[in-house]
Every structure is written in C-alpha cells, then in structure tokens.
T-cell receptor
Framework: RKEVEQDPGPFNVPEGATVAFNCTYS??????FFWYRQDCRKEPKLLMS???SGNEDGRFTAQLNRASQYISLLIRDSKLSDSATYLC????????????FGKGTSLLVTP | NAGVMQNPRHLVRRRGQEARLRCSPM?????VYWYRQLPEEGLKFMVY????????ESGMPKERFSAEFPKEGPSILRIQQVVRGDSAAYFC????????????FGPGTRLTVT
C-alpha cells in the first residue's frame, strides 16, 4: 500500500465551481500534513499546512481526520489560475524531515 | 529574498558520464533536501543534509549517487556513470534551522541521459 494515495483525476470544473480533493495516508504516526501545488512539472509550491483543527486561507480550506487518516482540500469559486496538480504531502514520525508525496490530483478549470 | 536556486536547469549527459547538480538554499536556511521525480511519478525523497553532515540518506540509491553540503558553497548531488533510468527532474528544497516542517523548493534540474 502506498504511503500517500490520491485520486489522480483529472477534475474538470467550470470557473466558479467548488471542488474537493481527498487524500489518505497509511502511517498512523504521521506528524505533519501539507498541500502543495505543481504547475506543468515545475517545482512544487506550498499551498498550505494542514492542522488538526482545520484551516482556511481565502478560497482554500483544508481538513485533517486523524482517526480515518484522511486529508481534504476544498477550493471555492475556482479560478482559471487554479488549474494545476495538487499534491498531498505527509511527514512521518520516523522519516525525519523527509516529505512523502502523493502522485497528485490534476485540476483543470475551464471558462 | 532569493528563493532556492538550482543549476543547471537542464542537463544532458550520455550514458556513463557524470552529472553534478547544485543547490543553494534560501537565505537563512541550513537544511537541504533532494527529491527525484521520475516521469509520471510523484516526488521521492533521496537525502537530507545539514552543513557538512548527511542526516538521512535512506532514499538514495546505494550505488553511483552521492550528496554533500560543504561548509561553504552549494549542496551537490552527484550521479556517476549515469544510465537512462536516471533521467528525471531533481528538486532541491530547504528549510530553516529551527525545526520548521515546511520545505521550499527550487526550480529543479531536468536531467536527460541519452
């Protein structure tokens, strides 16, 4: 079983739509959780950290469910510029500072 | 404040040659990580270094690959006797010294082995 699993998509949504991505992780000792975005095989860029209490940054909301080992990202009012691959990232207790990346979920926002 | 810098951005090597990839962390960051992204795959951790120390190299192939982060100068990822399977994007990330978990990535080096 992969450490971090995501639905690869693609998700095709119209501008203004709300879209949600899910991610599961296998290591129950995981400590830190993030969402990164990656455009066209460029470098991953940190979108937001994910906290146990959930957190929101503008149109983006992240949730963490430790009991189910599940992380989500909600994007409201999608923009064309949100088109990218969204990477779910987990850092485990025993992996030092190494990040474990999911393969990503592809989002295409259309006019 | 300059971000993480990597060079070269693109590198072409013939099978059997050596590849050297360089990474300069963000100003004030002393932790460096190398990741590899094969075509159609996710990023995979290779090695974590601090100045003059390899902290975790559990993701590094046992042969042909080495990394260093000297007291002065950039971190270097070295691949000896490259093979076609080494063709990938190699990303470097850095983080501050006070234990922050967020890592910031450089633009990557795309290695093509012909």
């Amino acid at each position: 079983r992969k450490e971090v699993e995501q639905d690869p998509g693609p998700f095709n949504v119209p501008e203004g739509a709300t879209v949600a991505f899910n991610c599961t992780y296998s290591n129950s000792a995981s400590q830190s959780f993030f969402w990164y975005r990656q455009d066209c095989r460029k470098e991953p860029k940190l979108l937001m950290s994910v906290y146990s209490s959930g957190n929101e940054d503008g149109r983006f909301t992240a949730q963490l469910n430790r009991a189910s080992q599940y992380i989500s990202l909600l994007i409201r009012d999608s923009k064309l510029s949100d088109s990218a691959t969204y990477l779910c990232v987990v850092r485990g207790l025993n992996s030092g500072y190494a990040l474990n990346f999911g393969k990503g979920t592809s989002l295409l926002v259309t006019p | 404040n300059a971000g993480v810098m990597q060079n070269p951005r693109h590198l072409v090597r013939r099978r059997g040659q050596e590849a050297r990839l360089r990474c300069s962390p963000m100003k004030g960051h002393s932790h460096v990580y190398w990741y590899r992204q094969l075509p159609e795959e996710g990023l995979k951790f290779m090695v974590y270094l601090q100045k003059e120390n390899i902290i975790d190299e559990s993701g590094m192939p046992k042969e042909r690959f080495s990394a260093e982060f000297p007291k002065e100068g950039p971190s270097i990822l070295r691949i000896q006797q490259v093979v076609r399977g080494d063709s990938a994007a190699y990303f470097c990330a850095s983080s501050p010294p006070y234990g922050a978990y967020e890592q910031y990535f450089g633009p990557g080096t795309r290695l093509t082995v012909t």
